[in-house]
């Protein structure tokens, strides 16, 4: 199983006086430049040291050649790139959002076509959504929930309604009920009937349906057979 966010990654040189503020990018040139800013913040690794960061502590490959790329500017790097890059430097769960944000404005900026592994067009955000959600299948649990939680609710709820629909229901019930109950919301009604009928036990499905507003509530139900509709009247509140 790949390990993305270890419990127990071994701590960065940290060089004061230089800080990475992903909150200001807007274009692939300001992501570049915040992520000279975060290796040289980390204690200025070797683009090669980062690779090695990267494939021993988060399962994830991180080529010299790719890293600098990113680092350049001249390219918009895959999202997959930009994770290895900044786990690499020490960055956790709670920061990764701020680096999710990042991308995807630079990748709003100018042209944000990429070629998918099909060969294919796809738009940068597409890309975000199908290969964020992979990653997560894969993750250990706990870091995916970490990952979920952190990350904003209108990406989190497609990220869901992406992901397969039994790791999707194990998320959904592996965070906070009321941010469970938030995306529950916020995802499709045919998706959110789908996950909650996949939620074991049932009564799961129940602490989340109860946290909701009792219209929106009915209203999945409604939406249910009449067999896993009667299997979460009867289930108690977890």
Not at 20 to 48: H, Q, Y
Not at 108 to 134: F, K
Not at 145 to 159: D, G, K, S, V, W
Request: net charge positive; charged share 20%.
């Amino acid at each position: 199983m790949v390990d993305h966010l270890p419990r127990h990654a071994p701590a960065r040189p940290y060089r004061p006086g230089v800080e990475a503020d992903p909150g200001s990018v807007t274009t692939k040139a300001d992501l570049a430049r915040e992520l000279r800013k975060l290796r040289i913040a980390s204690g200025k690794p070797s683009l090669r040291e980062l690779g090695r960061r990267a494939r021993a502590d988060h399962g994830l490959e991180l080529p010299r050649s790719t890293a600098g790329n990113a680092e350049s500017g001249k390219v918009l790097p895959r999202w997959e790139v930009i994770l290895a890059f900044v786990l690499a430097c020490g960055i956790g769960p709670a920061g990764l959002r701020h680096w999710q944000a990042a991308w995807q404005r630079a990748s709003a900026s100018g042209d944000t076509r990429l070629e998918s592994m099909s060969g294919g067009p796809e738009s940068a955000h597409d890309e975000y959504i199908r290969r964020t959600a992979g990653h997560m299948e894969i993750m250990p649990p706990a870091a995916a929930a970490e990952l979920l939680a952190a990350t904003a609710p209108a990406l989190a709820a497609e990220l869901l309604t992406v992901m397969n629909t039994k790791p999707a229901a194990e998320l959904l019930t592996a965070i906070d009920p009321s941010r469970g109950a938030e995306l529950l919301t916020a995802i499709d009604p045919s998706r959110a009937v789908e996950l909650l009928r996949a939620i074991n036990p049932p009564s799961r499905a129940v602490g989340l349906l109860a946290v909701i507003t009792p219209a929106r509530a009915v209203g999945l139900m409604a939406g249910m057979t009449p067999r896993p509709a009667t299997a979460l009247l009867i289930a108690p509140i977890i």
